[in-house]
Each structure stands twice: as C-alpha cells, then as structure tokens.
C-alpha cells in the first residue's frame, strides 16, 4: 500500500507520473517504480528507496499512458523485486490494499502455469487479470475482482488501456486538459486538475485521453459527479482535516480493518498469522510471556497482559523497555517487542537482551524491514499504513488489533476458550470497524468536554483492569499534544494516595464501560464526586445507571466486554485532540518529541 498514480493524455507519461509520486512522498515509501506503454511495448521502472532513486535510475522513457506507485510494505520485505508495478505478460498493475485470498489465487496461477517472481499479494491480481485477459481490459478486471476477496484500489494497464478499480481503499480520478488521472489521494494530481470524481466501492473506472467513464462490477455504466477540489496543496495532504493526527484518527475504521483482514475466520472461528513461525507446540509449551516496549506501545503491552491472562491463562510481565535492559530479565518466557517503528532505540536494546539470554522473540511491528522485525524470532505487522503525527493513534488501536487476535489465539491452542466464545469474539471484532465510525459520527458531546478540560492545569484517566490501560494512553495523549499535566490510575488505587490532588478544579476521565469491574468503578467514581471534581464518563451507550453519578457522559457503541478498550481509546484521542486544538497548540509536533526515538 501506499500511493498511486495514473496518467493517460497527450503529454509524455513518465515525468506527470514522477511528479505526481513526489507529491505523496510526505506520507512515507520504501520504493517506487513506473510503467509506460510507448506504443510498442510496456516499459517498467522500479527502485527500492526514493522517487530520486528511481529518476537516476530512468532512461528518456516515451509514450502517454502510464501508471506509478510507491510502496509502504504489508507482504513481503522492502525491496526492488516487491516494489509495484507488479506485471504479468503486457499488463501492468499497481495495489493498495491487501488481497486476502492472495495464497489461494497464488497455488491456482501457479498450477495454471504462471511463474510468481515476488512476495506480493499484488502479483497474484496481475496474473489474475492476465488471465481473464481476451481483448478487453474492463472485462479481464471485472472478471479478476469477483475472484478476489480483500480491500483495494488499483490501476492497470494494458497497451493503451488504463482501467482502475476500488475497494475499500480511496481513488480519485481527475479530469485535466489533454488528458485525464487516477490517484489514490488528492496531492498527487493537485497540480494538473481540480475536477475530480471520487470512485465508490467496486466501481470500475475507464481513463482515455479524452474522458474517464465508470462502471460498476458487472460493467454496467454509473453516473458519476465531479466535484471541483477548493483545498490549497497542505489541505491536501491531510485529505482536508486540518492535523494528520486528525486525519489518523479518522482513518481508524480502515486501518483497523486492514490489520484484521485475512485473518479472522469467524464462521470457522478460526484466526490465520500467515508467516508466523510459532507452531501449535511452540505455542502449548509457552507458560510466560514478557512485553517490553516504550510509550504508547507499552500501553498496548498492559492491555496485552489482561488479554493474555484471562484468554489463555499465561503469567505476562510488561517491561518498559528501557528499564527491562538493565533490571529485568525473563528467562523461559516467550518476549514480545512492541513497536510502531521498529527502530525504537530502547526496545531494540531489550530484545537483544532477552534474544541473548536465550528468549525467543516476537515483534509486533508497524514498519517492514525495520530494525526490530529484522532481528527478533517472529514478526506480526499491524499494517496500520504510515502515521505521520507524532502522536500515535492507529497504531495504538492496530496494535490491540493484533494482541486482541494473538491472546485468542493462543487462548485456543491451549483449550483456555471454547469455540463458541471464539466465534463470538471474532464476529464482534469484525464488526468494530463500523463502531468506530459510529463514534467517529458523533463528536458534539467529546468537543464539549474538551472545552472544559482545555482550561485545566491537571486532568486524571481512571479506568479498571482492562480500561486501566488506556486511561494511561489518554493520558499520555493528553500530556504529549495539550502540555497539560495528567495522569493515568486504576481507579483503585486513588484512595492510596492520588485522590488528594482531586479537587473541583480536576476534571477526571472515568473510563466506566461495562464488565466485571463496572460496579467497583462506580464506588470510585463515587469518591471522587465526593471531592467536588468534574466526572465525565465514557460508557456504554445503553448504560443507564452512570448519568446519576457523573457530570457528562460520552456514550459509545457496546460490544464485548473486554473489546470496549478499543473503542474507549477513540474517545480519549479525540478529547485530547480537541483540547489541544482549543489550546492552539503544536498538534502534528509536539514540543521535545520525535516520531521515531532512535536514542537511547
Ligand atoms: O515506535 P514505537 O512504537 O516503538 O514508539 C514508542 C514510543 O516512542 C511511542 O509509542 C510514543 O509514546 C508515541 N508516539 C506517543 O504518542
């Protein structure tokens, strides 16, 4: 995944499709490459690294059809072979997304006679298509997307057809003078146009040189809208949210279903790691785990831990990884690094630690080919797609994705959950996309709380046992994004001591979903109203109990008990999203931090 372009006009192809790739640069590659039809045959470009790699690299390339790509890998290693366009005899084929059925279609090609030379899903699609091929691209890639299961968008091209496609994954098409665009996002073609028409799930779109038509899968013709872009180039960039951070946020129904994709079976109840090298033995003989990372990731180790704990009944420790190197060690345990980047000095340091006492490891990892997943044992990704606000926000809930999954999982390989249970998680988790556009929908009462908090010196998260864990992530968010000092507690653990800084000029986030410890939170929630602060809940939607103890409630949609967190940790991202907008503050970079903490 990461970006895509097309171009087919008047104009030589290569230099609008390189151009066109810079202008995504800003959300992060690790390759790129381009393919033109100059009127003979296809000519293919592709370069690990950056877009000036690949121009080096490039001869006087001649015709005016072409597409392009840079890649942020989700299948296979960073690398030249796996860079797109991916081809297949004369078509040429560029990805975002994620092919579930990748492995399926791949032993079907291959029996059929078609020779993979990368690790992508991608190449599949392109032998597909090739496939399907007669004399017709449309019908080749109708036929091609009624075979595929997954989310993408896509552009295509065959001699001097041009054919995109989508699926749960943006694209655009963009009406110029002398010729006409595809592009995943709006910056890439910015620059040549302001009319564009925006495809809709399994829509199929037909560029020319002369106009651009659409259809849907059985290629009936769609009508379609232009609409003029206003946006100045930096809008663009951040789809029109005025911070990435925000954008990131509202990209979480599709990141998180990116990370779910292909993996769970919830009719079967079943769930698929491709490529993990834990075998159901390695994993029966695991009675200890220990998590190390930093920050946010550390957050999503604690939840780790509940999950683990009371799916599968393994001990977990949760290490801050720069403490474990020095302090701790973890000896017969299985050791899992968390880490968005994958290059976070002092998880790295940690896992060599444990790797050196003889641990295997396991990374959960954002970015491919980076440091951490290199070295350790076993690799999951989350396959959140690149984050560019310093904040984390869909990494945080691609990682709970990931633990969620891995703690059921391995609950049962060890008999610790039935199937019943199984399924039932796995069909909730599914559908924890659409929830959290639901709340992503109804920001009025999260933007009046924000307000209050804004005018606060000091704010408390409380939450219990699995909500523990991210009262600690709002207020980390908080603290980073807003400077306003909080803090994180178990909402137990106030009357030992924090509860003396509770006055009514404290408001305190009570993180009072429902479970096993909804009844023990309200007890809490009752002291601390008994000190005078302002209470604002986060709570079921149809809880009707906790209105009677607090001053605002922020409701949100139910689910499973222990998958609430995931949809609590919305709400607090918001919260301090729009406290430190209400503060005018420094949201994408925020003071003395840095995406990526590379020291030590
Ligand atoms: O890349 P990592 O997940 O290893 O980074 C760890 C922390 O630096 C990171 O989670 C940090 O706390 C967040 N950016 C805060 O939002």
Redesign the pocket.
Known sequence: MCGIVGYNGRAQAASILIDSLKRLEYRGYDSAGIAVFNEKTLEVFKEKGRIVDLEKTLPAVSGTIGIGHTRWATHGKPNKINAHPHTSGNIAVVHNGIIENYQELRDRLTASGYTFVSETDTEALAHLINHYYKDNLIDAVASALKDIRGSYAIAVLCGSELVAARKDSPLVAGIGDGGNFIASDIPAILKYTRRMIFLDDLEIASVTPDGISFYDVNKKPVEKTVKTIEWDMAAAEKSGYEHFMLKEIHEQPRSLHETLAGRIMELEGTINFEGLGLSESNISDISRICII???????AGLLGKYLFEYLAKIHVDVEI?SEFRYAHSAPGSLVIG???????A??LAALRVAKSTGCRTLAI???MGST?TRESDDVIYIRSGPEI?????K??TS?LGVIYLLALYFGKIKWTINSDQMKRMLTAMKQLPSKITRILDNKEMIKKCAELIASSNDAYFVGRTFNYPIALEGA??LK??SYIHAEGYAAGELKHGPLALITKNTPVIAIATKGQTYDKMLNNIKEIKAREAHVIAIANENDSEIEKYVDDVIRIPSTEDILMPLLSTVVVQLLSYYVAKTRNCSIDQPRN?????TVE
Not at 294 to 299: E, M
Not at 389 to 393: D, E, L, N
């Open positions: 990372a930093c920050g946010t990731s550390f957050n990884a968390i880490s968005q980047s994958g290059e976070t002092d998880t990892a954002n970015i951490i606000g310093v904040a984390a926000t990494t945080f990682q980390l968010k980073e994004i931090l840095a995406k990526s903490v």
